[in-house]
């Protein structure tokens, strides 16, 4: 039987966010070079979250404000708020949203299923909740972990070097049982991951896109012609990628009548992508949103006028927005980051009247942003570059 809603206010963690309105199974921390990274910035309160559909995270905290980043599991929502603390609600069967006291400093979170995922600062994992086969129990030195991801029964972590690891278990169709399912060795030069029911996504810097885990619905079959992709989202047996151009590539489950990989015709300057456990969100580069797939819990019946949305994150019933108050300086979305000869550059989807302003610093304990020239937007997409002279560096693009 299932426990009230619940709502665990403890240190901060968070998954997508309003730096680059990452989908809700990409991480907005990504390696660019070895130890380049993008991070988002904790917004000053000028967002909040909207909530649609009927699963218990609809049933948002009062006065959830200042949030920087969410994240969806199947039936609890997490929000990550600007003073550093989470916020988690919704079902809590297996305390997945009993935030551990100790957790602070954090970057990233992500919510599975029934277990959550916190990443720290310093690279360190914490994970609570269900732990039927593992999911929630992180590997004795995991260390220097740039992004998260949590999926059914199992947890997936990036490294600053690009390699990944996994723990916790995969159901297996031929076996009908849950398996261990150790990645290859091979499982090298990735820049950003997504955790399915049963599978993952795995971006390399090429980008493309290689998956592993359960095949049962051809969720594992990436489209051979699939490349220049910038984003990553895996549901519950499906999947979508964001190419470098705006559009959007579906593959896996497409179980009638839900169609939660047929892509809608208007997905067209597309920024950002959440999967659910049978539907697909989309986020336009005007800060409108599409949704497709299954709707019998209104999962996909986005509110009318939604508008000047960061983020997104898809669950099973439910559908969730980071939205930005359209009066604030925006810590924009940013994409197809890359490092070469020393000068590190990043693409943005720029409006007219506005600015594109470049910031970086050192160390993650630092206060202040070294910002560059601001360099006026048009309605193009603009290349904006910096030198990276130093080991590792911190950048963020902010809208003026």
């Known amino acids: 039987m299932r426990q009230q809603p619940a709502t665990v206010r403890g240190s901060a963690v968070g998954f997508s966010g309003c730096a680059f309105a990452c989908p809700a199974s990409l991480p907005c921390l990504r390696s660019i070079a070895l130890l380049f990274a993008l991070l ?7 967002s909040s979250v909207l909530a649609w559909g009927s699963g218990l995270g609809t049933n948002l905290p009062p006065a959830l404000t200042n949030v920087v980043t969410i994240s969806a599991g199947s039936d609890h929502g997490m929000a990550l708020l600007s003073d550093g603390f989470v916020v988690a609600w919704g079902d809590n069967s297996y305390f997945q949203t009993n935030v551990p006291a100790g957790v602070s400093n954090a970057v990233a979170v992500a919510a599975g299923f029934y277990h959550s995922l916190a990443l720290s600062s310093n690279g360190l994992v914490v994970g609570w909740g269900r732990n039927t086969h593992g999911q929630s129990s992180v590997p004795d030195g995991l260390s220097n972990v740039l992004a998260i991801a949590a999926g059914g029964e199992h947890s997936v972590a990036l490294r600053a070097d690009g390699t990944v690891t996994n723990w916790g278990k995969y159901f297996d169709d031929g076996a009908g049982a849950y398996v261990v399912r ?23 810097k090429d ?29 519950g047996d499906h999947n979508v990628a964001l190419t470098s151009d705006g559009k959007v590539f579906p593959w896996g489950r497409d179980s009638y009548p839900w169609g939660q990989s047929i892509v809608p015709a208007d997905a067209t300057n597309v920024t950002a992508l959440a999967a659910g456990y049978e ?30 949305v960061l983020a ?25 980051p890359s490092y070469s000869n020393g000068v590190f550059s990043v693409s943005v989807q720029t409006r007219a009247g506005k600015s594109y302003q470049l910031e ?18 048009d309605g193009s997409s603009k290349r904006l570059t910096a030198p990276a002279a130093v080991a590792r560096r911190y950048f963020r693009v902010r809208e003026l």
């Open 279 to 308: 539907h697909s969100l989309a986020l336009k580069n005007n800060g409108t949103v599409l949704a497709w797939g299954a709707y019998a819990d209104g999962q996909t019946n986005v509110p009318l006028a939604l508008s000047n």
């Open 207 to 235: 980008g493309t896109v290689w998956a592993w885990g359960l095949n049962q619905y051809g969720q594992t079959d990436v489209p051979t012609d699939l490349s220049n992709v910038v984003a990553i989202a895996a549901g």
């Open 312 to 336: 997104l994150a898809a669950g099973n019933r439910d559908s969730f927005a980071l939205i930005q108050d359209a009066s604030a300086s925006v810590i924009l979305r940013a994409e197809a």
């Open 40 to 46: 988002p910035d904790l917004c000053s309160g000028a």
């Open 182 to 204: 150790p990645l290859p060795a091979d499982t090298t030069n990735i820049s950003a991951i997504a955790a399915g029911y049963e599978h993952d996504l795995f971006l390399r």
């Open 360 to 377: 970086y610093k050192d160390s993650l304990s630092d206060l202040v942003w070294t910002a560059l020239s601001p360099v006026p937007g």
